[in-house]
Structure formats: C-alpha cells, structure tokens
C-alpha cells in the first residue's frame, strides 16, 4: 500500500497564516524499510514508512493530503473556515495554519518598523502580523470546525511558544518552516516532543542540512525534510529539482518531499515523479486578494488539477520491478515473436543458428531471448520450413512459453 501526502498552502484574502490540510489517501504510509510514522490522530493511528511512497500535501497543514492555508485567510476567521471546507472538497485530509506567539517571534524594533507594502494590514509590521494571528481560543474554534467537516488540523509553530501551545493542542504533527530550519535550540526542544515533523530547507546549504538531520534524528525518528527555496513566486530555474534525489542519497532512512512555490502544477508533478514523497504547496481562494502569497498560491481548479495529476503518477510509479504485466499480455499474443525454422529439420537434427529464425509465429514457440540456448540441442520431431518451434520438441529444453 502507498500512503500519499499533498500539502497544498492556501492563500486566503484575509489572514496571514498558513493553513494546512492533512491529507492521508490511505492511513499507512508503507517504508521498503521500518516505519516512518506512527501516530495516534483523533482515534485513528497513521503509519508512514519509508518506501518509494508519495504525500500529497494539499495547501494545508499535514503530512499526507495537506492543505496550507499560511497568510491567506486574511486574519478572518470566517474565510479560514472557508478555506478548510475548501481543503476537504478538494481532498486534502489536514488543514494546516501559521502559529505565531509574536513578542517571542519579532524583537520589539521589528514589529515596531513601519510597514507601507501595499499587502499591509497595519502601520507597523506588528498591527500587520497581529492582524493576522488567530487568538488561542480562535484556533480551537477552527481545530474544532475542521473535526466536524472531517479533516485533520495543524500548524506551523513559527516560535517555541507557539510550539508549545502546538503541543497543547495535541495537532498531529509539526511543520518546521524554513525560517527556523537553522534554529537548532528549536528543533531540538521541538523533535523532543516526539510528534511528527516535517522540515523545509529553503534558505539553507547541505552542509545546515546534514547537522538538521542529526539533530532531529537523535531525539525524534518521525521526520520529513522537504526540498524548498524560498521565493514567492518562485522561478522555474530555481527551483533545484535535482537537490531531491541528492537528499535520497544523504538521508535514504527519511522520506524526500517537494515545498513549491512556483505558478501552475507542472513542477509540483516532476517532484513527485522524482521520488518526492511529501508535496506541500499555497492555496488561494483568489489570487488577486491583499497578500504577497496569493501570486505563488493555487486557486481551487488548479489545486484540483495538481491531485489528479498526483494521484495519477502515484498510479504510474509501480513497484519498480521490470516484468511481463498481465495487461501486456494481449499484445505479447499477438505481436510477440518466436523462434521458427528457416529450413525443414528432421528429427534427431543438432540445431545451429543457420536454421533458425524470428517470427510471429502460431502456435507461440520458443522466445527470441533463448535463441543461442538451442544451438547444440537435437530436435526430437521433424520440423516443418516456417514452422514454429516449440519448447517439446527442443531435447533439454524445459524453458516454458511467456503467457
């Protein structure tokens, strides 16, 4: 069984968090190796191992089928409700939002800096972000509405505060956003609460990467680095696709995932095509909305699009072993060649390659591969010009016929 997680992030017009959908296709991620994931979820216990599997992020705040609402629902409680009922219909198992606790966040200068963007929601950077930010009881307002639509919820802890409140919340796991991704005080009381995480790398070198790693791994084993740069929107040439089959080789014990910031879905799919196990990208209601992450985010056709598109090459991936399928077999019996007889041979005749040909021939004879194999072997009946031969007729051949 493969267990898919698309984490889309949802750009909502009026709020600057970041909401999540957690989307579990299937609740087992299954790992050719050990379990990847094993955790307990509003009575349901999803287990993620590590194997060529895919998760499917869908703009909001979760592992498998997520959705990230982030900034865009405007700091309207209403539109972020909108925004996890949008997350369920499209698909997404987990909403995911920002959780900021901001004094802990921001120093004072910073939130004090006048902030004239057109994207502002205040004078000051801090009346922006407050703006933004969701009260204690108003997420388990919206903790509580995405259980009665039937989706998982999450956030981002963008602080260790907000961690912890995270942590009280009991959401199903941890998104790391780049910005604390070299914060090594905070991933380590974070990986210390022992809850899934996934880990952005935008911003950072391999070399950050590596110490995240072991970092994380010696007090959490349950974790997910997701390749990421941090523009909005992002260019296709800097995207580095090709960092994920290098994180494949330096942590092959961790499932590989895409964060996306880029227009339409072509990408996100080459991710996913490229072993990516976790996809997350933005969502938007509508990307003209006040907001500078509405331009990188998805509207609903697009997000819509992007899980078929998914769930199609989660389809196409296969097992990776190379054989015959059954639904080749239509073709084989009608296409597929044989061995025949360039000359008549009678019986008791050593064969040698001269007398030996290819054809699609009827009956099925024995398979061009074996060719060289009869060479040296007696017939034991006569064989007619043109005609097929047959593994019976082939002394000490007992290979049988493909089907």
Known sequence: MWNFLLLLQTVDPHSSKTDVHFGVTKYTWLSSKNVFFSFKILQYYITITNVPSLHLLFFSSVFHSDKEIGQNHQGDIEIAKKMIKMAKDCGADCAKFQKSELEYKFNKRALARPY??????????????????FSHIQYVELQNYAKEVGIFFTASGMDEMAVEFLHELDVPFFKVGSGDT?????????AKKGRPMVVSSGMQSMETMRRVYQTVKKHNQNFCILQCTSAYPLEAEDVNLRVIAEYQKEFPDIPIGYSGHESGVHISVAAVALGAKVIERHVTLDKSWKGSDHEASLEPPELTELVKAIRLVERSLGTGIKQMLPCEKPCHDKLGKSVVAKVAIPKGTVLSMDMLGVKVGEPKGVPPEDIFQLVGKAVTEDVEEDESITPDVVESYGKKIKC
């Open 182 to 190: 070299n914060n090594f005080p905070y991933l380590e009381k974070t």
């Open 116 to 133: 004239t963007s057109k994207q502002s929601w205040g004078k000051t950077y801090g009346e922006h972000k407050r703006h933004l930010e």
